[in-house]
């Protein structure tokens, strides 16, 4: 940062927020990625299962409303976790039209796996953080403007 003559303070064009976030977003991403690598997924099918881990089952439908994913996308992935026995896809008795989606033994196996490579992830980038500045950049995050469906990610 620097202060004009005026006594203004403007930020170093490296310290601009959207040149941090993206910086710090970046190696988040690369150290989630390499922590579900370690457990055999790909950071989208990591969530896939930290969801149905939270939820115990749902409809495929919802999942792909709740993970932001187009429906096509996310059958592929449910596709290589099926594969894998690590999920089971059924049709719900109450409206043959959809799929129910719940982990199986093995997929609970691997997402208790990948939530403590997770943890240490998360333990490693916020060492330096106390609790209450942990809430405070988990509300400040929420309330940035970004959506996947803008016109740059579509």
Known sequence: MTADLTGTVE??????L?????RHGAIAHARMEHAFKQCGLTP????TLVLLGETGHMSQKG???VLEVDPSILCGILNDLENTHLLERRRDPA????????LTDEGGRILDKAQDAIAAVEKELFADFTPEELSTLRSLLGRVRTSQSGSVCT
């Open 44 to 47: 989208r099918q990591g969530a």
């Open 95 to 102: 409206d043959r039209r959809r799929h129910i989606v719940a």
């Open 11 to 16: 930020a170093e064009p490296l310290d601009r």
């Open 18 to 22: 959207g040149f941090l976030l993206a």
């Open 63 to 65: 999942m792909a409303e």
